[in-house]
C-alpha cells in the first residue's frame, strides 16, 4: 500500500495568515492527489483533485501543488470557516490510502 | 443539490454481519462509483472499497474476505455488508461519490456525514 504522510500533524493561525499543509507519498503517484476538509458533525468536502484542480465552489484561496511524492494545500488568507481538519488521500493504486490529517487550529 | 445519507443499526454484536446502506438523492447512482470510508481512532481514515453502478467491485485488499458491496439502482441506495465483525470494526462509516475527470483523476466529490457503529456485546 502507498502510505501517506502529513504534517505538521496540527497548527495554530490566525485569521488571514497564509498557511501551508504538506503531503507525502511513500512512492511516487504522479498527480493522483486529492485533498478533503473536514468538520465535526459535517460531511467531508473534496477541495482539490488531481493535486491542482480547485472543485467547484472552492474558495480560490485554496491552491493545490506538486506532483511525484510531493504536495502542499496552501490557503492564502484564512478565513474563519476555514478551521477544521485537512487530509490527503492518493488515487495513484488502488487500496486508495489517506494521510494523518492535518488539523488547523485557531491561534 | 445530490445528498448521501448513512444509515446502519449503531450497534452490531462480535461475529455478526454488520449491514449499512447509503441513500442518494438528488442524482442517480448510475454513472459514478460509490465508497465506503471508515473512521476509527486506532487506524484514522480507511478507504474500504468501491462498487461501480454497474455492480463491479474493488475493495482494500485487507478487509476483502469480509465485505460485499451492492447497489440497488430501482431504490437508488448502495449497501455495504461486512461479515464477522469484532471490535477493530468500530468506526463512523461514511459512503461517498466516485468520479472521474482529468485524464482519469479519481475523487470522492460527495460525502455523507458518517454514521457510527460500534461493536459491542
Given amino acids: 500500500d502507498i502510505q501517506m504522510t502529513q504534517s505538521p500533524s496540527s497548527l495554530a493561525a490566525s485569521v488571514g495568515d497564509r498557511v501551508t499543509l504538506t503531503c507525502r507519498a511513500s512512492q511516487p503517484i504522479q498527480t493522483y492527489l486529492n485533498w478533503y476538509q473536514w468538520k465535526p458533525g459535517q460531511a467531508p468536502k473534496l477541495l482539490v483533485y488531481a493535486a491542482t484542480s480547485l472543485q467547484g465552489g472552492v474558495p480560490s484561496r485554496f491552491r493545490g501543488s506538486g506532483s511525484g511524492t510531493d504536495f502542499t494545500l496552501t490557503i492564502s488568507s484564512l478565513q474563519p470557516e476555514d478551521f477544521a481538519t485537512y487530509y490527503c488521500q492518493q488515487a495513484n493504486s488502488p487500496p486508495l490510502t489517506f494521510g494523518g490529517g492535518t488539523k488547523v487550529e485557531i491561534k | ?121
Fill in chain 2, 1 to 121: 443539490q445530490v445528498h448521501l445519507q448513512e444509515s446502519g443499526p449503531g450497534l452490531a454484536r462480535p461475529s455478526e454481519t454488520l449491514s449499512l446502506t447509503c441513500t442518494v438523492s438528488g442524482d442517480s447512482v448510475n454513472g459514478y462509483y460509490w465508497n465506503w470510508i471508515r473512521q476509527s481512532p486506532g487506524k484514522g481514515l480507511e478507504w474500504m472499497g468501491y462498487i461501480y453502478y454497474s455492480g463491479r467491485g474493488t475493495y482494500n485488499p485487507s478487509l476483502r474476505s469480509r465485505l460485499t458491496m451492492s447497489v440497488d439502482r430501482s431504490m437508488n441506495q448502495v449497501s455495504l455488508k461486512v461479515n464477522s465483525v469484532t471490535a477493530a470494526d468500530t468506526a463512523v462509516y461514511f459512503c461517498a461519490r466516485g468520479n472521474r475527470a482529468n485524464f482519469n483523476h479519481y475523487f470522492m466529490d460527495v460525502w455523507g456525514i458518517g454514521t457510527t457503529v460500534t461493536v459491542s456485546s
